[in-house]
């Protein structure tokens, strides 16, 4: 890579969030800044949506038939395309369209939906496009960013954690709320990143992180049953946040025909 | 309209706003014959997203509208479900929530000043920039954003879509030495925050007045945070229940955010709004430097909307003093919760203004249907006339890029969440 390689920072359908992984750095963004040339960041002041970049940040999930002629664009100017946050890496919450009709969700938010140039689904960055990296979490937060940045600026490939939640709670001797509480925490079948943040406060990690190696959904599923909950409960528990990464959509899809039987 | 002779710029994304939005403007004959704030953010339903869903699901849900704002979200859902279903959530957890709130007002604010809005009114791109000249005011404002963040973290362990708030409280209560080392760095910050109000009152702003009507919350003894009737400098107090017989949204063809109006006319929300309305309620200690800065409320500049802004983060360090230095840990952070077939309502003080939940529950506590109007739905059609008054009075003659420049900071000074209400703002002007 060069001496200073450029970067930009796309957004698509999103809450905007994970840019803020950047403009939360406080002091670190100016270094940030010093390192690299920010060529496109519209929340931060650059704009030039065209610019030939080494690496593409890309927030948000691709929901409109712009989108998907924006993605290919962004695509073919970048060296390395790395997604930020549950949208972009899974097509986020809004995702949650996917599994109903989501022309007549559309119509019933809006009087007019004739005006609104949205597709029907809310789909991944990597289902349209080559994705070198990606970070998950909803939000990613600013040390996975300046991590996977590095990591390029020394040329090496950035280290990808894999790890379930519950490794995590080990590793930070935090309580296990599941067995303590009884709570359906997501965290056996849940990547880690967070620092286990929701265990550590007492609560069920509900999944924002997206799914961990090898995950165990149906053992948890059935772990969630014994605690009282109905299937359509524990459905909903796997279509959160991530409901259209594919091991929890399968999840989600086997407890509710459970529902529905 | 569009005849051969006319003139058209095309910007593609204005840059400094959360979500994207475009500005279409046709000047004839040298007046303004159509202005448009247009905006095409994706929609992403979450009215829908609710439906069916447990209501202790809602406040990790409704975080995910707004990056920014999701304390707002949850303050506002958590609120609309407890009066619902008839929970007391005590002194302790009322404080405590107005603490949080003060979290967000000061990172949200800090970020908007610094990053969003600074760059404008000093003639620089970006707050990067700006920083290679004066480094000492974007650093400061940096510190402050940092410390609003980490005043959300004590209590949500983040702070973009923190993980601490439920239906009835909180999931854990901080630990009291965590509590005092931040209200010492609160503390130490509030010369920042007096030098910052006094830094945006000596700001070159421009200075045209206008009509408008301010709309927000105000409370029988506070600052208005989490709660108060909604009231306006026309004379309206009504309880939040009343909201939707009083404002309504309509669509508009070039706007995936609903318009929302007062009597059919445009109203505003926010800093300024709240200000305007409600500087009786500011502590001694805020009032002060208040009028010390010659700035004079309620005021009719928008510009003052900064100084406002900025007002509010010495009124929200000072408050999150004041609440946590009597700390002390609850027996336990929440309140228990018996769901019930209803509708609840709920109006809180987001960083940009009301905003206003209504959700319909079943008997089970599955909510029905939700319903959601966020302040920059609010401010969308107040933005669009002030563009039409601020761009005449600057002068339709100027170049394109002064207008288009303008043009932006008017929209900018708003610090519209278009996320929220839905994200690119590219300017067309059209001579005719």
Wanted: proline share 6%; aromatic share 8%.
């Amino acid at each position: 890579m060069n001496a200073k390689p450029k970067i930009a920072v796309h957004k698509f359908a999103s809450c905007d969030g994970c840019q803020l992984a950047f403009l939360n750095l406080g002091e670190e963004l100016l270094a940030l800044a010093e390192l690299v040339e920010i060529m496109h960041f519209a929340e931060a002041g650059p704009v030039n949506l065209d610019a030939q970049v080494d690496i593409a940040f890309i927030e948000g999930s691709v929901s409109t038939p712009d989108d998907l002629v924006r993605i290919q664009k962004i695509r073919a100017n970048t060296r390395f395309l790395i997604t930020i946050g549950a949208c972009a890496t899974s097509g986020g919450v809004q995702a949650l369209r996917n599994l109903a009709d989501g022309r007549e969700w559309i119509a019933s938010v809006y009087a007019q939906p004739e005006y609104i140039e949205s597709l029907a689904t809310s789909t991944s960055i990597a289902s349209h496009v080559k994705v070198d990296l990606e970070l998950w979490g909803c939000p990613v937060s600013g040390r996975q960013v300046l991590a996977a940045v590095r990591a390029l600026l020394f040329g090496v490939a950035p280290v990808e954690e894999r790890d379930k939640v519950c490794m995590e709670c080990k590793r930070t001797q935090a309580v296990c709320v599941l067995v303590a509480k009884g709570v359906p925490c997501l965290g056996p079948v849940t990547r880690t990143g967070c620092g286990a943040l929701c265990p550590r406060f007492g609560r069920d990690c509900y999944g924002c992180y997206g799914p961990a190696e090898n995950p165990n959904t149906e053992a948890l599923g059935l772990r969630f049953a014994g605690l009282g909950l109905l299937p359509e409960q524990i459905a909903r528990r796997f279509l959160f946040i991530d409901n259209a990464a594919p091991v929890f959509a399968e999840a989600g899809a086997r407890w509710r025909s459970a529902a529905d039987d | 309209m569009t005849e051969p002779r006319d003139r058209t710029i095309n910007v593609p994304l204005l840059a400094r706003v959360e979500g994207e939005g475009a500005l279409e403007l046709t000047v004839r004959a040298g007046r303004i014959a159509d202005i448009k704030l247009r905006i095409f953010e994706p929609p992403r339903l979450f009215e829908k997203v609710l439906e069916g869903r447990d209501y202790f699901e809602v406040p990790d849900m409704v975080a995910r509208i707004c990056g920014i704002c999701p304390i707002a979200y949850q303050m506002s859902a958590v609120h609309a479900l407890e009066g619902l279903f008839g929970a007391d959530p005590g002194p302790w957890l009322r404080a405590m929530r107005r603490a949080v709130y003060c979290g967000e007002w000061i990172q949200s604010h800090s970020l908007h000043i610094h990053l969003l809005a600074a760059p404008d009114f000093l003639g620089y791109e970006s707050a990067i920039a700006l920083a290679r000249d004066h480094p000492e005011v974007v650093r400061r404002g940096l510190r402050l954003q940092a410390l609003g963040n980490d005043l959300i973290a004590l209590f949500g362990g983040r702070s973009v879509h923190p993980v601490g708030v439920r239906v009835g409280g909180f999931h854990r209560a901080p630990a009291p030495e965590d509590v005092s080392a931040l209200v010492e760095r609160l503390r130490a910050a509030l010369p920042e925050a007096e030098a910052l109000v006094r830094w945006t009152a000596s700001l070159d702003l421009p200075s045209e007045e206008q009509e408008f009507t301010s709309v927000a919350l105000r409370h029988p003894a506070e600052y208005p945070l989490n709660e108060g009737r909604i009231v306006s400098s026309a004379g309206l107090d009504i309880g939040i229940g009343a909201f939707a017989q009083v404002f309504t949204e309509h669509q508009v063809p070039h706007s995936t955010a609903l318009h929302c109006l007062h009597d059919g006319r445009p109203y505003l929300v926010g800093p300024l709004a709240r200000v305007n309305l409600n500087q009786d309620r500011l502590p001694p200690a805020t009032r002060t430097l208040l009028q010390e800065t010659g700035v004079r409320f309620p005021s009719r500049n928008m510009y003052h909307s900064v100084v406002a802004r900025a007002l509010e983060i010495h009124f929200a360090l000072t408050e999150a003093i004041r609440l946590l230095d009597d700390y002390y840990t609850p027996v336990t952070p929440f309140v228990e919760i018996r769901p019930r077939a209803g509708v609840g309502f709920g109006a809180t003080c987001a960083p940009r203004g009301v905003l206003w939940h209504r959700y319909e529950v079943d008997a089970a506590g599955r909510i029905v249907r939700a319903r959601i109007v966020p302040p920059t739905s609010q401010n969308q059609a107040r933005i669009e006339e002030d563009l039409r008054r601020a761009l005449e009075s600057y002068g339709l003659a100027r170049s394109d890029a002064e207008l288009r420049l303008r043009g932006e900071t008017v929209i900018r000074n708003y610090d519209p969440c278009i996320s929220c209400a839905t994200h690119f703002l590219d300017l067309r002007v059209r001579r005719e």
